[in-house]
């Protein structure tokens, strides 16, 4: 099964997450989702009894405790092997682990009651592939819910970071964090659903606080744990220097240990129409 790359728009973002990228991401955001039932776990509580659900490109520390308490028959889905490797190690079972194309996906059609995808579909450079491909795999009636991330403005964090990595090199700046914070406005994912196959659409916004033992761990997170650490050494960065001016300027945002600043998340929920 081939995998889709990271979008193009990104520069050097053609190269998925390595593993060391991932795992570091899983250190750093492990204390972030403070509170068990947000918007990370967006599948768990929707689910029938009886479902059989399909997770694609869920963070990693949440997601575990999501797994644990959903139905069988569950198939979790990665961008890269590397990825799997990382969440695979301390993940819940039964589950099939497996790579996978979210625009291609390898199953049949109408094989699950559920589809969720979290913080994922932002980087689908095919969105109505995936949608499509969700609606396929879906029964009638199934249920598809996924997060993604609000505006940077409301999620003060993403803002930090890109500002700040910005600021190194103001003639061309990494545009990474563009990328996860674009794609919340309901007024182009509504269309998107119902013109792919989905009905009874249900959007709901998530505020939270976010919480770290410190800003540096949350910094080595945003710089390390993502594409934009390979941008940066594209660019022949080192990467230390910048994870100390991102952990400084969020610790005058939220503190320095512990770190702490609002999150704001959607959270959308649609049924495969007939």
Known sequence: MTTRPWPRRTRGSSAPFPSTTTATWGRSSSSRRGEPGWAGAPAAPRTRPRDRVRHRNLDTTVARAALSRCPIGRHRLELT??????????????????PADAAALPFPSASFGAVTCQFGLMFVPDKPAAFREARRVLLQGGLFVFNVWGRMKDNAFGRIAYETIGGFFPANPPTFYQVPFGFCDPDVLRPLLAGNGFDRVELDWVTLEARSPSAKSFATGLVEGNPVSL??????????????AVAAALARAGGDAPFTSPI????????ASA
């Open 81 to 98: 092997h590397d990825r799997l490797r990382t969440v695979e190690a301390g993940g819940p079972g039964p589950i099939d682990w497996r």
């Open 231 to 244: 941008d940066l050494q594209g660019r022949g960065a080192r990467l230390e220097p910048i994870i100390d």
């Open 264 to 271: 704001r998340a959607l959270v959308v929920t649609a049924r």
